[in-house]
């Protein structure tokens, strides 16, 4: 069993972390009694309370951000590693734990060998870890909120359209990422430990657009498309050839072996994690 060791005096800084996970990682932690502060880099924003004007990738606001916490949850929200060795760094000489929200994309141990190079979740892992940062990493599969991509698709009615429909996925509920990383940032005994986060069942996509029609009082059916339209359309967002291929690589083995479930999120928490139609239902409204 880990210790608790927050006090009402204790601070959390929030950098880069995804709108999702931020949000109820900062009403939990606030629920328990922690200070909250959150880096922004709109100036509005920066004069509510709560929030610290900065910018990841700046290390003198950074540092000054984090002056006086006691730990940071950080999420690295760019394409590439580019300024996070020096953000690791102005961190180092100010706080003393990180809890980094990664993938379950990285799957290799920084320091042990390759760390699923080109990504730069990976980079940054190796860097908390080469940089004697105390640290935990979380590794969550996709999240359930990924399904808001087919929200347009499902008000209008039809069909959503994708590739790799019988694809076997373990999406993983925002709350409870967050209710992992309010442990790892108030508790002892998580330091080097890295949770690969999912969520009890592994539906395939087709299923998650009939499970989110049901809730959301709607018809809607999963259509295929191929392979080559599939990566046309990514490539025309701007995500690099690379990364399309081994997404779809990715659904297609998925086809055939559905990703496993953890028991992270029960261990750590002391729960079960939320199932896919349980998140379905309290977001059913955005699909209306």
Same mark, same amino acid.
């Given at each position: 069993?880990?210790?608790? $060791?927050?006090?009402?005096?204790?601070?959390?800084?929030? #950098?880069?972390? =995804?709108?999702?996970?931020?949000?109820?990682?900062?009403? !939990?932690?606030?629920?328990?009694?922690?200070?909250?502060?959150?880096?922004?880099?709109?100036?509005?924003?920066?004069? !509510?309370?709560?929030?610290?004007?900065?910018?990841?990738?700046?290390?003198?606001?950074?540092?000054?951000?984090?002056?006086?916490?006691?730990?940071?949850?950080?999420?690295?929200?760019?394409?590439?590693?580019?300024?996070?060795?020096?953000?690791?760094?102005? #961190?180092?000489?100010?706080?003393?734990?990180?809890?980094?929200?990664?993938?379950?994309?990285?799957?290799?141990?920084?320091?042990?060998? =390759?760390?699923?190079?080109?990504?730069?979740?990976?980079?940054? %892992?190796?860097?908390?870890?080469?940089?004697?940062?105390?640290?935990?990493?979380?590794? =969550?599969?996709?999240?359930?909120?990924? /399904?808001?991509?087919?929200?347009?698709?499902?008000?209008?009615?039809?069909?959503?359209?994708?590739?790799?429909?019988?694809?076997?996925?373990?999406?993983?509920?925002?709350?409870?990422? /967050?209710?992992?990383?309010?442990? /790892? #940032?108030?508790?002892?005994?998580?330091?080097?430990?890295?949770?690969?986060?999912?969520?009890?069942?592994?539906?395939?996509?087709? %299923? !998650?657009?009939?499970?989110?029609?049901? /809730?959301?009082?709607?018809?809607?059916?999963?259509?295929?498309?191929?392979?080559?339209?599939?990566?046309?359309?990514?490539?025309?967002?701007?995500? =690099?050839?690379?990364?399309?291929?081994?997404?779809?690589?990715?659904?297609?083995?998925?086809?055939?072996?559905? %990703?496993?479930?953890? $028991?992270?999120? !029960?261990?750590?928490?002391?729960?079960?994690?939320?199932?896919?139609?349980?998140?379905?239902?309290?977001?059913?409204?955005?699909?209306?």
């Amino acid at each position: 069993m880990t210790e608790k $060791t927050t006090d009402d005096a204790s601070t959390v800084l929030l #950098l880069g972390a =995804p709108g999702a996970v931020g949000r109820h990682l900062g009403l !939990q932690l606030a629920a328990a009694g922690v200070r909250v502060r959150a880096l922004t880099r709109r100036v509005d924003r920066a004069r !509510q309370p709560g929030y610290v004007l900065g910018d990841l990738r700046d290390p003198r606001s950074l540092q000054a951000a984090a002056h006086g916490v006691d730990a940071v949850f950080l999420g690295w929200p760019f394409a590439t590693a580019e300024g996070a060795a020096e953000a690791v760094a102005a #961190l180092a000489g100010e706080v003393g734990r990180v809890v980094l929200l990664s993938s379950a994309a990285v799957q290799d141990v920084p320091g042990a060998g =390759p760390y699923s190079p080109g990504r730069p979740d990976g980079e940054v %892992e190796a860097l908390l870890a080469a940089g004697g940062l105390r640290h935990t990493v979380l590794r =969550p599969h996709g999240f359930a909120a990924d /399904a808001l991509r087919w929200a347009e698709e499902i008000r209008a009615g039809g069909a959503v359209r994708g590739y790799g429909g019988g694809a076997g996925l373990n999406v993983v509920d925002e709350r409870d990422i /967050a209710a992992v990383a309010a442990r /790892a #940032l108030t508790e002892d005994g998580h330091d080097g430990a890295r949770y690969v986060l999912t969520g009890p069942e592994s539906p395939t996509q087709a %299923e !998650q657009v009939r499970i989110i029609g049901e /809730a959301a009082g709607r018809e809607v059916r999963w259509e295929e498309i191929p392979r080559e339209a599939a990566r046309h359309r990514m490539l025309t967002t701007g995500c =690099p050839p690379a990364l399309v291929d081994g997404a779809l690589d990715f659904l297609h083995t998925r086809t055939a072996t559905p %990703e496993p479930v953890t $028991t992270t999120v !029960q261990d750590v928490t002391g729960r079960p994690p939320r199932p896919f139609r349980a998140w379905a239902a309290d977001h059913a409204h955005l699909f209306r």
